[in-house]
Nanobody, 127 residues
Framework: QVQLAESGGGLVQAGGSLRLSCAAS????????MGWFRQAPGKEREFVAAIGRSVLSTSYADSVKGRFTISRDNVKNTLRLQMKSLKAEDTAVYFC????????????????????WGQGTQVTVSS
């Protein structure tokens, strides 16, 4: 089964940018739909963005639409999240997640729909 490892988190000032990466191993990356979620202290894990097996299919939470971009490289087995115009409320631990999907364009927005998770990477935005 696939293993996931996030990287790229850190401390950034409000208005800045960060790019998160999620390296996948142990499975056929192209068979999985992928997602990014985040969890702030005392809050539930929330959906950020999703991408289908096909790079053509993406979705975003309203709170990040226009600022974040999800992408995947099925050759390098990597998922990315480009984050721009960061706000203090974006501060959270960010997780990548994977689930097998029979359809190339299907998207999944609930944590319960994903079977595989990374360990998370901390993003802190100072105001």
């Amino acid at each position: 089964q696939v293993q996931l490892a996030e990287s790229g988190g850190g401390l950034v000032q409000a208005g800045g940018s960060l790019r998160l990466s999620c390296a996948a191993s142990g499975g056929t990356f192209g068979e999985y739909a992928m997602g990014w979620f985040r969890q702030a202290p005392g809050k539930e894990r929330e959906f950020v963005a999703a991408i289908g097996r096909s790079v053509l299919s993406t979705s975003y939470a309203d709170s990040v639409k226009g600022r974040f971009t999800i992408s995947r490289d099925n050759v390098k087995n990597t998922l990315r999240l480009q984050m721009k115009s960061l706000k203090a409320e974006d501060t959270a631990v960010y997780f990548c997640a994977a689930r097998r999907s029979p359809w190339s364009n299907d998207l999944y927005g609930s944590p319960n729909e994903y079977q595989h998770w990374g360990q998370g990477t901390q993003v802190t935005v100072s105001s």
